[in-house]
Structures are given as C-alpha cells and as structure tokens.
C-alpha cells in the first residue's frame, strides 16, 4: 500500500477512489452478468415447462451449465462481417446496445445505503440511457445493408419511441406522488407496508408501464422487430458470434432493468411488504424476478401482436390513459383527499 | 453533486468495457473464413437485387417527429411533478393549460388519421 | 479542481472533433452520429456545470428523440452527395460571414459580464437542480411556459400537414367496427322449406363417383 502510495504520489487519493469505485461497479456488472446468464436458461426451463416439455437438461444437472454452454459456443463461432457493411458501424451496434442496458444500473438503489450513484436525477438518467439504447438498433440495422435488417431495425425503432412516451407518462405519476427523482427517496416514499407502495394509487399507470417495458425491450408479444416468421431476425439478422451474443445480453439486460425500475417505482424497492419484516435487499431481487417471471409467462402464452396493433395500443389507448390518470391525481391533490396519493 | 456523477461515467466506461470485450475476444479465438457466399447480405437464397437502404414509408418520419414533441412534453411534466406539492394549484392549472393546447394537437393528430397504420 | 479540469478539456476536445466531422465527413449517417456525440459530450460539459437536469435533458430530448430523427431522414432517404456539394463554393463567402458574425458576437457576450467567472454558491446536500427548475418554471416564467405549448402545438400540426398523405391503396381495417360487428350485419338467415333429394340408386355412375 505504501510503495503504491509513494509511487501515485499526489494522484494516489484519486487512484484511490477509482479503483474502489471500479470494484463496486464490477460488484453490481458479476452478478448481473449471471442474472442475464440464468434469464436465459429460465426462459428455456419456464416456457418448456408451460408447454410440458423439458427444456434444456443435458449440459450440468438440470442444465445448469447451459448458459455457459451456449457462451462457449458462441465465442468460437466466427464473427461474419458482410459485404458492402460499414465494418466499423457494424461492430459499434452490439457495444452501444449493451452499454446503455449496463450504465443504466449506476443509479439503481439496491438497498437504502446499497446505491452506487446516488444522483438527484436519477430516473431522469435512467429514462436518458433507455433512449440511448435505440442506437444499437439503428446503427446495426443501416450497417448491415441488409433489407431485411433495415426493415427490422425501423420498425423497432418507431416501437420503441412510441412506447418510450407512454413509459414517461406512467413514470410522470411516480414523481408526482415521490416528488423526487431521486430513486432512494421515491421507495423511501412508499414506506410502511404494501398498502403504502404507488402500483394502488396509481394502477393503471402501473400496468401501462409494465406492458409499454414489455414492448420497450422488443419481448412477446410485442417482437414483430424479430418477426422470424416475416422478417427472419429482424436487425440482428446479419449478427453471428460474439456479436450476436452481446445483443442478446443486452436484450435480457434490459428486461432485467426495467422489472428493477418497475420493482423501485411501483412496488417499494428494498421495503417489505408488511412492517414486521425487516426491509431487505431480498425483497427487491425477489420482486424484480416475480416481474421478469411475467416477461417469460408472457411469452409462453400471447400470440404476437401485428404492427399497426402495436402502434394503435401505444399512441391511442396508452397516452390518452396515462394523461388522464395524471390529471386524476393532480387534481386529488389539489383536494384534501391528495393524501391518498403520497 | 459532481463527485456523485464519477461513478456514473466510470460505470458508462466500464459498460462500453462489457460490449467491447467480448467483440475483441470473439475476434481473437474465432475462426475467420471469408467466402462470398456466406458473406453476402442473407435474402433468402436469392442475389440482393437493390440497395438495402430503401426508401420509407413517411409515417415512419411522422412518429419520429411526435416522438419529439411528445419527449419535450414529458421533459417540461418532469420539473412539474417533482414540485407540484410546492407550487399548489396555480401550478396545477398551469400545467392543465399547457396539456389542454397539446391535448388540442394530439386530438388533431387523431382525428387526421396520423395515429392510424395501414 | 484539477480532475474536473481534465475532464473538461477531454470532453471539449472530444466535442471539437466530433463538431468538425459532422461538417467534414462525407457521408451523412456519420455526420448524423458524430453530431450524436457532439450532445452527448455536450451534455457532459453541462454536467460539470451543475446544471443536471439540463444535461440530462439534453441526451434524453437530443440524443433519444431528435438525432433519431435525423438519423431517420439521412438513413431513409437517398441521399445523392455530389449533389449536396455541388454549391459549395458558392456559398462559401455568405456561409463564411455567418460564421465569422456569430464567432465575434460569442466573444462579445462571452467577455461581457453576465459571463464573467463567479464563484458558485456551494450546495446544500438535498439541492435538487430539478426541483429549483420547477419551482421558477411554472410561476416566475409561467407566460414563456405556456407559450412554448403553443410553439409545440404548432409543430404537431406543422409535422402533420407537411408528411401526412392519404394512402389510397391500402386496405386497412377499423378494429372498432370490427369489435362492434353484430351478427345480424353479417349472417342472413333464410327460411327454406326442407327438401330432400332423394338419391337415384338406379344410376351406377354416380354411385361410382361418390366412392
């Protein structure tokens, strides 16, 4: 410690600081990774058991070792770049996919004291970097000059933004309730038992912005982006190898993100449920998977929706719900019933 | 306030890491074989007869552009919700004044059939 | 102080590139996207300003709704480039006065003392920049507030009557209609009297094409 002292001289506070942020930050990336790793083999286990088969059993008992299986055989796989491709725009769609799914995690409080960033704005950076992510799908799209790519990535772009607004809406309630941004006073603001938590004042919210999250991230029955039926893969289609594998990551990265902005907006975070249980880490991982379960029964049970559906529900059914329900609760507040709503 | 935006860069960083690595290393220890064939854009067996990059439909544009304008809204609601409590119901009319005149261009939007896919 | 320094130099720098390839490069999509970290490293700049929500704002209403539009347009349309570069040198002179008018009034606001440097006031720890946004936004400045829901209004209708065209080939349908169909608008019944046909067992050839 000292010689590394001596030899940072003056820079040795700073060197401090970042690599013990830099731990921290690889303490919330491992276990994600993991996360992301096991929603795979989850998805395989659950939609097989829904549709009484088996799923995955071979790889490690109880295809455990499936993930890392299919990780494997993914990185020896060669990485096909086509032609007439903008080579550099074509590797940079994967990174700056996943990137945002990652950086969004910084401002996520895992626990009261458990929060890596505890910025002012932080569901205002989370819904930046959720925009962010559109960049992946375009540029990969345009890069592989592929028409069936390019038809992909438009149409899972204009899906995108569309129910990004209907996101915002929902999460516009949140703050009216929390009156912060800030996410660790938006849980501390729905202390004291299940009955105080926002998904009751604000229900229909609550379900706009856990479907507009299903059609965020491109999941059933929303995937006409995917479409393989029509459109083969949809964006990714000219992808293989790695570069393939990190949309993937960044797909279930994600769906992991927003079931967690979801567990903190509307279902109280770390808080337990009733007062006589201590407050937990365990709760917010325990309703952060009963909300990515959804994602999975969804998917096992909806027939896909066809495009001009998905359009119709974002713009005429969801945003004209959203500002009406903000308007409800503005105007409750103005009333002496406006407690109900905090 | 800054101090807490450094782990939020490192973290961008570190998340570019995430991407950029696996590329690299799947680069690295995969096999590369070019061939005409296998690299050409996939459409379903035939030869790519035009330029991918086609022409769009202009509703596509239209969705971009309300995205903004709705994205602004959203933008103008945030600031609102968190201090609505403090600016009371001259606030609260405030904001219904502003949503009345772009409920007004959303109903516009409606009626014209821009919501509408075919 | 000397960190902040050497991130603000690193994303000026950046920001200057990425500036000076929006104008130099030749194709427009990467034009569009070095504009994209243009923002984003603008954004940063604010940040280290203190100015959060702005800078926030700035990525989520720059970065994710208006550069995907451009990226939209410069992708989607076919976009011919010697076409675009062919007046260049005639506007040189009128683009380079612009340019030349807009550098001299920056240094003369910049010198100014609205921009003098003063020294920030330090922060309370629950300072939220969104919140003191809020609370100037919807008083103090209500009337540029609700003229900018105007501005807005305007667009809307603006965007609409610009790109809107009736599709005359499309066969779309109306899922209300659909959802409001009764059965008498779509099943006739009709009275018949029953009869039978009663077959003609003598006739082997039909017998043989029923089998």
Redesign the interface.
């Known amino acids: 410690m000292d010689f590394l002292a001596n030899l940072f001289g003056s820079y040795w506070p700073?060197v401090q600081l970042t690599s013990w942020t830099l731990i921290k930050i690889i303490a919330i990336v491992l276990p994600l990774m993991i996360a992301i790793a096991y929603l795979t083999l989850a998805e395989r286990k659950v939609i097989g058991f829904m549709q009484v088969r088996i799923g995955p059993n071979r790889v490690g008992y109880f295809g455990l070792l499936q993930p890392l299986a299919d990780g494997v055989k993914l990185l020896f796989k060669e990485i096909i770049l086509p032609t007439a491709s903008n080579k550099t725009?074509f590797l940079l769609g994967p990174v700056l996919a996943i990137a945002p799914a990652f950086a969004a995690w910084a401002v996520i409080p895992f626990d009261a004291t458990l929060v890596l960033a505890n910025?002012?704005?932080g569901l205002?950076?989370i819904?930046?970097m959720t925009?962010?992510a559109?960049?992946g799908v375009?540029?990969a799209g345009?890069a592989s000059n592929s028409k069936y790519a390019?038809l992909g990535s438009?149409r899972s772009?204009a899906q995108i933004?569309s129910y990004?607004i209907a996101m915002g809406f929902a999460l516009v309630g949140v703050l009216m309730c929390a009156n912060?941004?800030?996410l660790g006073k938006i849980v501390m603001g729905q202390a004291g038992g299940f009955w105080h938590w926002y998904f009751i004042p604000l229900f229909p919210l609550f379900i706009v912005y856990f479907i507009s999250a299903v059609a965020e991230t491109n999941r059933a029955p929303f995937d006409v982006a995917e479409g393989e039926s029509e459109i083969v893969a949809g964006f990714h289609v000219e992808y293989s190898g790695m570069a393939f594998a990190i949309f993937f990551l960044a797909e279930y990265a994600n769906i992991w993100l927003v079931c967690a902005l979801a567990a903190t907006m509307f279902l109280g975070g770390w808080l337990s449920p009733v007062p006589f249980l201590p407050d937990s880490i365990l709760w917010f991982l325990a309703k952060m998977g009963a909300l990515v379960f959804f994602f999975l029964w969804f998917r096992a049970t909806f027939p896909r929706y066809r495009y001009?559906?998905i359009m119709?529900l974002g713009w005429k059914i969801f945003i004209p719900i959203t500002l009406v329900w903000i308007i409800f609760v503005g105007a409750m507040m103005q009333t002496s019933l406006g407690y109900l709503f905090h | 306030?800054?101090e807490n935006?450094f782990p939020i860069?490192l973290f961008i960083l570190v998340g570019l890491a995430v991407g950029l690595g696996p590329l690299v290393l799947g680069k690295i220890v995969s096999p590369h074989k070019p061939d005409s064939e296998k690299n050409s854009p996939y459409e379903c067996g035939f030869e790519a007869f035009e330029?991918a990059?086609?022409?769009?439909d202009?509703r596509?544009?239209?969705v971009?552009?309300?995205?903004?304008?709705f994205?602004?809204?959203i933008?103008?609601l945030?600031?609102?919700a968190?201090?609505l409590q403090?600016?009371g119901l001259?606030?609260f009319l405030?904001?219904m004044?502003?949503?009345l005149?772009?409920v007004?261009?959303?109903v516009?939007?409606w009626m014209?059939?821009?919501l509408?896919?075919? | 102080m000397i960190?902040?320094d050497f991130?603000f130099y690193t994303l000026a720098a950046i920001l200057l590139f990425a500036g000076i390839r929006v104008i130099t490069t030749r194709n427009p999509?990467y034009a569009a996207?070095h504009l994209?970290l243009a923002f984003f490293t603008a954004a940063?700049i604010w940040?280290?300003l203190?100015a959060?929500?702005l800078a926030?704002?700035l990525?989520?209403?720059y970065?994710?709704?208006?550069m995907?539009?451009f990226?939209?347009?410069v992708?989607?349309?076919?976009i011919n480039l010697d076409k675009l570069r062919e007046g260049f040198w005639d506007y040189l002179p009128m683009a380079g006065t612009i340019g030349l008018l807009m550098a001299v009034e920056m240094v003369m606001i910049l010198s100014g003392k609205y921009f003098a440097p003063t020294t920030v006031a330090s922060?309370s720890a629950d300072?939220?920049?969104?919140?003191e946004?809020?609370?100037v936004?919807?008083?103090d400045y209500?009337l540029p507030?609700?003229l900018?829901?105007?501005v807005?209004?305007v667009?809307?209708?603006a965007?609409?009557v610009l790109?809107?065209?009736?599709?005359q080939d499309?066969?779309?349908m109306n899922?209300a209609e659909q959802v409001l169909v009764k059965k008498q608008d779509r099943l006739r019944i009709v009275k018949m009297d029953a009869v039978v046909e009663t077959p003609s067992v003598e006739d082997p050839k039909a017998d043989k094409e029923k089998s």
Not at chain 2, 64 to 69: E, K, N, P, S, T
Not at chain 3, 163 to 167: G, H, M, N, V, Y
């Open positions: 700073a725009l910025i002012d704005a205002l950076y819904l930046a925009s962010v559109v960049y375009i540029i345009w390019f438009m772009v933004v990004e912060s941004l800030n001009d559906q119709r | 306030m800054l935006y860069l330029d990059r086609m022409k769009f202009v596509y544009y239209l971009a552009i309300l995205f903004i304008l994205d602004l809204e933008a103008f945030f600031p609102w968190v201090v403090e600016i001259a606030g405030a904001m004044l502003f949503l005149v772009l007004v261009g959303f516009y939007e014209k059939g821009a509408e896919w075919d | 960190f902040n991130i999509v996207l994209v940063g940040l280290l203190e959060e929500f926030i704002a990525v989520l209403v970065v994710g709704a208006v995907v539009l990226l939209f347009v992708m989607m349309l076919d922060k300072y939220s920049n969104t919140a946004l809020g609370r936004l919807y008083t209500l507030f609700e900018a829901s105007v807005l209004l667009a809307i209708i965007a609409i790109t809107l065209r009736d599709r499309s066969k779309s899922p």
